[in-house]
């Protein structure tokens, strides 16, 4: 049974900085990316970025780029995203997911993603 579980989001003033973590147990990560995605309320999930295993090669969504950094211990099955100057436009419960593949652009996509965290709530004051 493969199991994703983020941790590490809050309430934060906008300008300031959360990480989030992500932990994936029950399989070998070996060669498959993973991504973090975010959906606020009456809103469709969106892509916010995501790393590949083997290369270590990371994609961003325009939105975000400059602001966050997606990082990865493969030892431990993990992944983070260090989240800075944060707008209150960033507010959305923040989702990690695991893909079957590592091709971009596919990774930016939900559908290559077959095992998803419950979420982590991410809320930015103005």
């Known amino acids: 049974q493969v199991e994703v579980v983020e941790s590490g989001g809050g309430l934060v003033q906008a300008g300031g900085s959360l990480r989030l973590f992500c932990a994936a147990s029950?399989?070998?990560?070996?060669?498959?990316?993973m991504g973090w995605f975010r959906q606020a309320p009456g809103k469709e999930r969106e892509f916010v970025a995501t790393?590949?295993?083997?290369?270590?090669?990371?994609y961003y969504a325009d939105f975000v780029k400059g602001r966050f950094t997606i990082s990865r211990d493969s030892a431990a099955n993990s992944v983070y995203l260090q989240m800075n100057s944060l707008e209150p436009e960033d507010t959305a419960v923040y989702y990690c997911?695991?893909?079957?593949?590592?091709?971009?652009?596919?990774?930016?996509?939900?559908?290559?993603?077959?095992?998803w965290g419950q979420g982590t709530q991410v809320t930015v004051s103005s």
């Open positions: 997911a695991s893909a079957w593949t590592e091709e971009w652009p596919a990774i930016a996509t939900m559908r290559v993603y077959n095992y």
């Open positions: 029950g399989r070998t990560f070996g060669r498959y990316a």
């Open positions: 790393i590949t295993w083997s290369g270590g090669s990371t």
